[in-house]
């Protein structure tokens, strides 16, 4: 998905004095502990958990793909069918989206290069930790995150035979949907994907304007998670876009700048984990998923995502928020965008 | 209840710029009709109205009271029982709290002179359109409205012999908790109530900290809502605290200032319907319920209420909001106490 798109109304600006305090408010009454629940909740509990909007763990949620999904098992459903991964020559990117420098040093958003290789090309990659050398100097990362609901998309909800899939023949290891959250929310998944990557790929820290349920398959994920409220800590500002590509015949991938594109919002911080990258009013979680885990992302939370063990395998349902009611109008004034700077001016440092 | 608390933690004030943006966008995004449903919701179905936290009018929910209660069955049931009933000489009152004039013209917010009687006295004032005779000059209205949970308290769920109630004869007909309501919320009411009035008892506009599920059992309830966001629309003011009372041995009822009890923040607006009692950006809501129909009232939401019919009698019950994850502190930031004048200034023209 691309980047949330809260901010085009233009909301006037929240003062510091006010984040501040919602911060502080936030944390005084929420504290920093994430809920775990032992198993799935009942619709009710759900919807319960989305009005309180904090991330909870979920276990036992037991989808067919968690004891079938081996690399044969893969291979073999997929043998043919040639699948869309994104390629980044230094493993950072958000979902394929991230920041790096460009052409003068400047600072792009931009977006990975797309290519169609075999699952078993993918998971040989992935598993040996190295992937497809496009520079001598920095190994490329592959990480399949084709993200718009490469399982199922919303069209499958209103024609299910108009619903293509690069992934088809793995569907019947996928519910389309998950009753407990489409009972509380409502309505139907707007997008079900399929993630897979190693430890190079890392995903930037950014916020999507879905309610998403996030399932862990193989190895750990692990989730840095910020509330909206402290969205105003990650220092957003204005970029200009680019895509990875090749410039000429070499393997090597480039920054090559958009000139049609719109200029995008992101954080600038590129590793919330790192000490000093947030002011000391951000109180970050730390949450790890295994294989099995589900964790119940809500609305607008920032996430920066890395995963570890030799290939991480993980599924997601995307839903549309709420837009009725105060909570679409709060996260639209959180984000407010009056006072983004761009990212390349001259008091940048990076 | 006394006077809503959520702005003891005194947040800093939201500007007008932002008031305005607010409402505006609200009233966009959320229109000016109010939701009917034919039955009542399921668990699943009343945590997402929570969520959205619009007034909803719910048919079908239909409990003893409703069939049994005539006035021969209140007064045969409730023989002998002396009953709590709010006096005010001149029937306006909020839940018994209201804005008078007191010593020196100045502005009070007046809690009623309560009194005891039967069922019987009271139903017979009430039926005849006139009541005790306080004042040669203005009629004194009678609102049962003791609102601590008059039928069931929240003592009643912990230790059901211990909450003893001048209206247990009529427990039998009222249902302690709404399943659906119960479920969707993980919790038991905070008090159950029973209210009785008619058209001289007007309740004054407030908020409650309270999601309110309210049932019409006779006559008819006129509500007029505002949404939590045009709370700004109502100019609060602090006022000092009085009651009324009996100042020599005649039956006339005074406000009495309070020695004592703290000064209380009240909206200035006497009557929203009159034209030009609110800025052109408030945009309430109207809607009436007849006997059998229930109103689902969010937390923060205002109400100025009516009632028709010779006597109104209808039940509530109150149950505690969340208060984890931001909608609590987004009420309290709305409700911000930074700017409330005094309600007795040199430029009030009152």
């Known amino acids: 998905m691309a980047a949330l798109e809260l901010d085009q109304a233009a909301p006037p600006s929240l003062t510091h004095d006010i984040v501040r305090w919602i911060s502080q408010e936030y944390h005084d009454m929420n504290g920093s502990s994430i809920q775990t629940l032992e198993s799935p909740p009942t619709a009710a509990e759900f919807a319960q958990l989305v009005h309180i909007s904090r991330p909870v763990v979920i276990k036992g949620f037991h989808i067919p ?10 291979q073999t459903k997929l043998q043919g069918q040639p699948i869309s991964v994104a390629i980044t020559p230094n493993g950072r990117n958000r979902q394929a989206d991230a920041l790096a420098a460009g052409p003068e040093g400047r600072l792009f958003f931009v977006e990975p290069f797309v290519e169609k290789v075999s699952m078993t090309c993918l998971l040989e990659q992935l598993n040996a930790g190295t992937c497809i050398q496009q520079d001598s100097d920095d190994l490329s990362a592959s990480y399949l995150q084709s993200q718009n609901g490469n399982i199922y998309s919303s069209r499958f909800f209103e024609s299910p035979n108009d619903d293509s899939s690069e ?23 707007d997008a079900v994907n399929l993630w897979i990557g190693n430890s190079k790929s890392i995903t930037s820290i950014h916020s999507d304007p879905y309610e998403n349920i996030y399932t862990v398959i ?8 910020l509330p909206p409220c402290e969205g105003w800590c990650l220092q957003e500002r204005i970029y200009p876009h680019a895509v990875y590509g090749h410039t000429d015949n070499s393997n090597c991938l480039s920054v090559i700048p958009s000139s049609d594109t719109p200029q995008v919002r992101w954080s600038s911080v590129i590793n919330p984990d790192l000490p000093g990258s947030l002011p000391p009013e951000a109180h970050p979680l730390h949450v790890t998923l295994e294989a099995g885990d589900t964790l119940y992302l809500p609305v607008g939370w920032w996430h920066y995502v890395q995963q570890s063990g030799p290939t991480t395998i993980a599924l997601n349902w995307w839903y549309d928020a709420e837009v009725r009611g105060m909570n679409w109008i709060w996260l639209s004034l959180l984000r407010g965008s009056g006072d983004v700077p761009l990212g390349n001016d001259e008091n940048d440092t990076r």
Chains 1, 2 share one sequence.
């Open 167 to 189: 992934f088809g023949a793995l569907r019947e290891d996928v519910p389309s949907h998950i009753p407990w959250v489409t009972e509380a929310l409502g309505r139907n998944p």
């Open 65 to 74: 793909a968690l004891k079938r999904w081996t690399d044969d098992y893969l």
């Open 218 to 225: 193989h190895g750990s994920k692990h989730f840095t998670l």
